[in-house]
Structure formats: structure tokens, C-alpha cells
């Protein structure tokens, strides 16, 4: 088994407000976790801990839980995270607010059998079959929104964890219903991979190729390498002109060969 992650803040001078983690329990198989804190417009969120806070509370519940309760399905290793987390802060902060601290999820586990998978938001999950064929599982949600909605605060905020627009992890356990989820047999299963949206941007923003051209990258270079391709095509003076307005953003990624 070969795990390899890599995690790069967008500015220096901000905190990462990324999380990824791998875990072998003692009981074999595997766990992968990785969240996209969602950076809020300026303004008041309700919430005094920040972005990085939550992202490491629930990542960590989450890395925890998945590894020791295989009893528990994945979309109720979401709730009970996102509950636990909640509850860690409900005595101090407006949880109700719409900008509450909030995070998109991949989480992977799996053993000799089965590789389940969840999905929330706009990360991606990359599953590579042992002919080498590659199925990207993603929750295209916000990918639905018209640009120009997105660029209006007020029009986000109305569409955020609310029905008929998108969702994201943050202070309602119910939001785990939400998550595209599923399991594979472990032996259709070669390597995996998963991306938050500031590296997955080398196929889908900059289209340098396409998601099995993305995990070569990785088998190749390790999450470092896709991570350094990104902030290059960033930097570039050829930077295309389709590319997000955030010129560089938080970037993670983990690689497995199981």
C-alpha cells in the first residue's frame, strides 16, 4: 500500500484552511479524509474559532470515527462529525448563521472487501479500476450555479445548504442525507485519489488533461507534483483567461495505491 498527500496554502500570510489525513487502523484497510474549508465572504460568520478551527475539528472526528466504527455507514460518520463539531462550539457561536464555519468532504474507507466512498460539494474523488480506467465521483451541485449568481453574496448565501442549491458541511448533521455516497468491491479498486478544488483545477479549470491524466500526474510526481503543475500554471503569464478569480487557492491532495 503506497498513501501519499501534500497540502499548500494559497497566500502565505493566511492560514490553510484545508484538511487531509490517512489512516491504517489495526484492523486493517484504510481511511482517507479531506475537507475544503469554505472561506467566507468579509463580514461576520456568527463564529469566533475560524475556518481552520472547524476544518480540523471535524476532520479530525471524522479521520477518528471512520477508522474505529466500521459498523457505522459513512453518511452517519458525516452526521455524528458534524454534530460533535457543533456541539464544540454551539455554546459560543451563532450556529444558525448562513456563513457558520463550513467544509466540503471526501472521505474513503476500506478493507478486504468493499471501498466506500462520500462525496459533499465540490471536491472530487478519483477511483482508478485495475484496467486502469479512472471514474470521477463528484457532487456537480455548485457546478449547476451560474457564474454570475456566484458572484452575488446575497445570491450564495440564499442558495447555501438550501434546497435546490448546494451543500456543504457545517453546523446540521441532516446535511449528510445529501452526500453522493457508495461502495465498491475492493478487487475493482487499483488506487484512489482525492483532490480539493484548488488542485483538482489543473483538469477541470486549466484542462491540462483529463482525471486519468490527473492521476498519472500523481502516481508519477505524488500530491507534491500535481500541487506544483497547478501553482505554475498560476503564476504563468499564460494563465487562461477562464480560470477562477482567485488566483491561487488552498490546495490538497492525497494519492493511494491500495
Known amino acids: 500500500m503506497r498513501i501519499d498527500l501534500a497540502s499548500a496554502p494559497g497566500h502565505q ?5 484545508d484538511w487531509v489525513s490517512a489512516a491504517i487502523p489495526a484492523s486493517g484497510g484504510g481511511v482517507l479524509v479531506l475537507l475544503d474549508g469554505v472561506t467566507p465572504p468579509r463580514g461576520d ?21 471512520s477508522g474505529s466504527r466500521r459498523d457505522m455507514p459513512l453518511d452517519q460518520v458525516l452526521a455524528e462529525s458534524v454534530r460533535a463539531t457543533a456541539d464544540a462550539h454551539r455554546d459560543t457561536c451563532d450556529l444558525s448563521h448562513v456563513r ?3 467544509a466540503t468532504v471526501v472521505v474513503v474507507r476500506w478493507d478486504a472487501e468493499y471501498v ?32 454570475e ?21 457545517a453546523a446540521d448533521p441532516a446535511v449528510a442525507a ?12 487499483r488506487a484512489l485519489a482525492a483532490l480539493t478544488d484548488g488542485a483538482s ?24 507534483g500535481l500541487i506544483g503543475r497547478v501553482r505554475a500554471i498560476e503564476s504563468g503569464a ?17 494519492y493511494a495505491e491500495l
Do not use: M, Y
Open 201 to 224: 483545477r489543473w483538469t477541470d479549470t486549466f484542462g491540462q488533461g483529463d482525471w486519468a491524466d490527473c492521476l498519472a500526474v500523481l502516481r508519477k510526481e505524488g500530491a507534491q
Open 45 to 65: 460568520d456568527g463564529c469566533v474559532h475560524g475556518v481552520p478551527w472547524f476544518a480540523a475539528r471535524l476532520g479530525g472526528r471524522l479521520t477518528e470515527l
Open 149 to 169: 449568481v456566484l458572484r452575488s453574496v446575497a445570491a450564495t448565501d440564499a442558495l447555501r445548504n438550501a434546497e435546490g442549491g448546494f451543500f456543504t458541511a
Open 13 to 17: 500570510e493566511r492560514p490553510n484552511e
Open 100 to 102: 457558520t464555519p463550513q
Open 178 to 189: 445529501r452526500a453522493v455516497t457508495g461502495r465498491t468491491p475492493r478487487g475493482r479498486v
Open 238 to 254: 499564460t494563465r487562461p483567461s477562464t480560470a477562477r478569480s482567485k488566483r491561487h487557492d488552498d490546495a490538497s491532495a492525497v
Open 116 to 147: 466506500e466512498h462520500l462525496v459533499l460539494s465540490d471536491s472530487v474523488l478519483l477511483l482508478q479500476a485495475p484496467d486502469g480506467e479512472v471514474t470521477a465521483v463528484l457532487d456537480d451541485r455548485l457546478d449547476r450555479i451560474p457564474p
